[in-house]
C-alpha cells in the first residue's frame, strides 16, 4: 500500500469515528435532553416546557429510527478500528445505509438531524476500497 493509498485510509477511519460519534450522540442527545419544547399561551402570555423523547412518549417509528441511528453510529465506529479490510467496507455501508434510511423515514420530524453524521459515514465508506488493505500487502509484495 502506498504512502497516498495509507493516507486516504487514514482520512476514511477518522472519518467513519467523526460520523459515527455524531450519529449516536445525536440520537442520544434526541432521547434523553429536553430538547423538545411545547408552548401554550396562557391569559396571552406563553408558558413553554422542555421534554425529552421519552418524556414526551413517541411513537414507535420514532424509536425505531432513533435505535437504528444508535446502531449505525456504534457500527461506523467500531469499523474505524480497521483501515480497509473487507469488513471495514461492509460495515460502513452499512452504517451509510442505515443512515440513509433514518434520513429518508425520519426527514418530515427528526430525520433531518442525521443528515451531516450520514454524509460523513457516507464520504467514509466512498473513501474505502476493498482489496487495498493489509490482507492484500502480501499478494503485492509477491507479485
Given at each position: 500500500?502506498?504512502?497516498?493509498?495509507?493516507?486516504?485510509?487514514?482520512?476514511?477511519?477518522?472519518?467513519?469515528?467523526?460520523?459515527?460519534?455524531?450519529?449516536?450522540?445525536?440520537?442520544?442527545?434526541?432521547?434523553?435532553?429536553?430538547?423538545?419544547?411545547?408552548?401554550?399561551?396562557?391569559?396571552?402570555?406563553?408558558e413553554c416546557h422542555s421534554q425529552?423523547?421519552?418524556?414526551?412518549?413517541?411513537?414507535?417509528?420514532?424509536?425505531?429510527?432513533?435505535?437504528?441511528?444508535?446502531?449505525?453510529?456504534?457500527?461506523?465506529?467500531?469499523?474505524?478500528?480497521?483501515?480497509?479490510?473487507?469488513?471495514?467496507?461492509?460495515?460502513?455501508?452499512?452504517?451509510?445505509?442505515?443512515?440513509?434510511?433514518?434520513?429518508?423515514?425520519?426527514?418530515?420530524?427528526?430525520?433531518?438531524?442525521?443528515?451531516?453524521?450520514?454524509?460523513?459515514?457516507?464520504?467514509?465508506?466512498?473513501?474505502?476500497?476493498?482489496?487495498?488493505?493489509?490482507?492484500?500487502?502480501?499478494?503485492?509484495?509477491?507479485?
Amino acid at each position: 500500500m502506498t504512502s497516498a493509498q495509507q493516507g486516504i485510509a487514514r482520512l476514511a477511519s477518522r472519518l467513519a469515528l467523526i460520523g459515527g460519534l455524531i450519529q449516536a450522540l445525536v440520537a442520544l442527545g434526541l432521547l434523553l435532553l429536553p430538547v423538545f419544547t411545547t408552548c401554550i399561551y396562557v391569559d396571552g402570555a406563553p408558558e413553554c416546557h422542555s421534554q425529552s423523547y421519552l418524556q414526551q412518549g413517541g411513537s414507535l417509528v420514532g424509536y425505531l429510527i432513533l435505535t437504528l441511528a444508535i446502531l449505525a453510529g456504534v457500527v461506523a465506529v467500531l469499523s474505524s478500528q480497521d483501515l480497509n479490510s473487507p469488513k471495514a467496507v461492509l460495515s460502513r455501508w452499512l452504517a451509510a445505509s442505515a443512515g440513509v434510511i433514518v434520513v429518508a423515514v425520519g426527514i418530515w420530524s427528526i430525520g433531518i438531524v442525521f443528515m451531516p453524521g450520514t454524509l460523513v459515514i457516507l464520504l467514509s465508506a466512498l473513501l474505502t476500497r476493498p482489496g487495498r488493505g493489509a490482507d492484500r500487502t502480501h499478494e503485492a509484495k509477491d507479485a
